[in-house]
C-alpha cells in the first residue's frame, strides 16, 4: 500500500494556513527574509533534518537521508515578498509597512514545511534523500543562482529537481503540469543615442536622437514579425524611454530599454543578433552613435519530459485527469530555471484562486490573495511525487 499523502496533508491543513498567515502577516523583501528563514530553520531542526543555514545570505537547505540509498529529490520553494502596499483587509495584512507577499511565495513557505514534516514522519521508508531547499530573493534578484554559486547542487547532488508555484489564472484545484520550457529566459537590454543636439527651430544643424530612437523602436516590432518563424515564440518590449527637457530644444542624448523573452536557445541567439543589428544599424543610418548593452537575467525554464509525466500521473491519480490543466506557459521568468538547466526536474502550476471570493487578483496586485485551499494540494502533489521516486511502499514505520 502507498502513503495515503493527500490524507496526510489534509490533517495538516490548519497548520499549513496558520504557516501561511503568519509568513503573510511578516513579509520580508530578497536577501532579508531573516524572520521567515529563522522559522523555518526551527521547524527543520526540530524534525531531525541536517539544516544548512546562511546560503545565499538567508536561504535554508533541510536535508533528510533514508536508511538505503535512492534517488535525491530537490524541492525548492522561494521566500521573499515584493515592495508593495497591501491593500486587502484581512486579519493577517502584512504589518511589514510597504512590503507584501503578492505572489505567494508565503503558500510556497508553507507548503515546504508541511512537506518537510510529512517527510520527517515518513522517514523510516525513506530511500535515497530529500533536500529542501527554501530559497532568498526570487524576485528578480536570481537568488537561485547565488545558491548554485555557493554550493546547493553538492553534496549530495540531487537528482530530481521539484518546484510548486501558486497560480492566480487557474482555479484550486486544477494543476498545470507541461514538458519543455514553461516560462522564458529573460534579457535586459540598454542603450545610449548619441546625436548632437541643438535648437528645436534649426534641425539642420542637429543629429537628431529622438528621430532615431523612434525609428529604432519601431524597427524593433519587425524581429517577432520578420524574423523568428510564426511557430516560435519570442518577446522584445522597449520599457524605458527618456530623452530631452524641454520642447524647443532637440537633445544631444536619449535613453532607452527594454528586455527580450524566448523559450529556445536558437531563438534567443536570433532574437539578440536582430536587436543589436537593428539598434546599431538604423541609429547609424540616422547619423547617431550607439552603445548597446545586453544583461542575461535568467535561463528559460524548461521541465524534463520523464519527470513531468510522473507528476502527471501523480496529479491524474490523485485528483483525476479533469484536474490537469491544457498548458501553462508564460513570457514571466522564473530563476528556479539555474536549478532545472542543470538537474531534470518539474515545475508546477498550482491553481489557488476563487473567483466567487474575489481570490483571484493577478500576482504583484495590491489585493493578490490565494484561497488557502490548495496549501494542502501543493502539500499532497509533492509527497506524491515523493511517493514515486523515495518513499518505500510498506505502510509499517
Ligand atoms: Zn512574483
Ligand atoms: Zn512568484
Request: net charge negative; proline share 6%.
Amino acid at each position: 500500500m502507498a502513503i495515503d499523502f493527500l490524507s496526510e496533508a489534509h490533517a495538516l491543513q490548519s497548520q499549513l494556513i496558520e504557516w501561511r498567515r503568519d509568513f503573510h502577516t511578516y513579509p520580508e523583501l530578497g536577501f532579508q527574509e531573516y524572520r521567515s528563514s529563522g522559522r523555518i530553520a526551527e521547524c527543520l531542526q526540530a524534525w531531525g533534518y541536517e539544516v544548512q543555514t546562511g546560503i545565499a545570505q538567508t536561504g535554508v537547505v533541510g536535508l533528510m537521508r533514508g536508511g538505503s540509498p535512492g534517488p535525491i529529490v530537490m524541492l525548492r520553494f522561494d521566500m521573499d515578498a515584493l515592495p508593495i502596499v497591501e491593500e486587502n483587509a484581512v486579519p493577517y495584512r502584512s504589518q511589514n509597512a510597504g512590503v507584501m507577499h503578492a505572489c505567494g511565495h508565503d503558500a510556497h513557505m508553507a507548503i515546504g514545511l508541511g512537506v518537510a514534516k510529512l517527510v520527517a514522519e515518513w522517514r523510516a521508508n525513506l530511500n535515497g534523500a530529500v533536500k529542501i531547499v527554501f530559497q532568498p530573493g526570487e524576485e528578480g534578484l536570481n537568488g537561485a543562482e547565488v545558491m548554485v554559486n555557493e554550493g546547493v547542487l553538492e553534496n549530495p547532488r540531487p537528482s530530481i529537481f521539484l518546484s510548486v508555484h501558486v497560480w492566480s489564472d487557474l482555479p484550486t484545484g486544477r494543476v498545470a503540469v507541461s514538458p519543455g520550457p514553461v516560462m522564458a529566459a529573460a534579457e535586459r537590454w540598454s542603450c545610449m543615442v548619441h546625436g548632437k543636439g541643438g535648437h528645436g527651430a534649426l534641425p539642420n544643424q542637429t543629429v537628431d536622437p529622438v528621430v532615431a530612437a523612434a525609428q529604432i523602436v519601431t524597427a524593433l516590432q519587425t524581429i517577432v514579425s520578420r524574423n523568428v518563424s510564426p511557430l516560435d515564440t519570442a518577446v522584445v518590449t522597449v520599457g524605458t524611454l527618456h530623452g530631452g527637457d524641454a520642447f524647443n530644444i532637440i537633445p544631444s542624448r536619449v535613453e532607452m530599454s527594454g528586455t527580450v523573452r524566448t523559450f529556445d536557445p536558437a531563438v534567443r541567439v536570433t532574437v539578440l543578433e536582430r536587436l543589436r543589428q537593428i539598434v546599431e544599424g538604423v541609429g547609424e543610418a540616422c547619423g547617431t552613435h550607439v552603445d548597446l548593452e545586453i544583461v542575461p537575467l535568467t535561463p528559460a525554464l524548461s521541465n524534463d519530459p520523464g519527470v513531468t509525466e510522473v507528476v502527471r500521473d501523480v496529479v491524474e491519480t490523485m485528483l483525476g485527469s479533469d484536474c490537469l490543466s491544457a498548458d501553462v506557459r508564460t513570457m514571466g521568468s522564473e530563476d528556479a530555471a539555474f536549478f532545472t538547466r542543470e538537474i531534470p526536474g518539474c515545475y508546477i502550476f498550482l491553481g489557488a484562486s476563487d473567483a466567487s471570493r474575489g481570490l483571484d487578483r493577478p500576482h504583484h496586485n495590491p489585493s493578490f490573495d490565494i484561497d488557502e485551499s490548495a496549501l494542502v494540494l501543493g502539500v499532497a502533489i509533492l509527497t506524491n511525487a515523493l511517493g514515486r521516486y523515495v518513499f518505500s511502499d510498506e505502510s509499517d514505520r
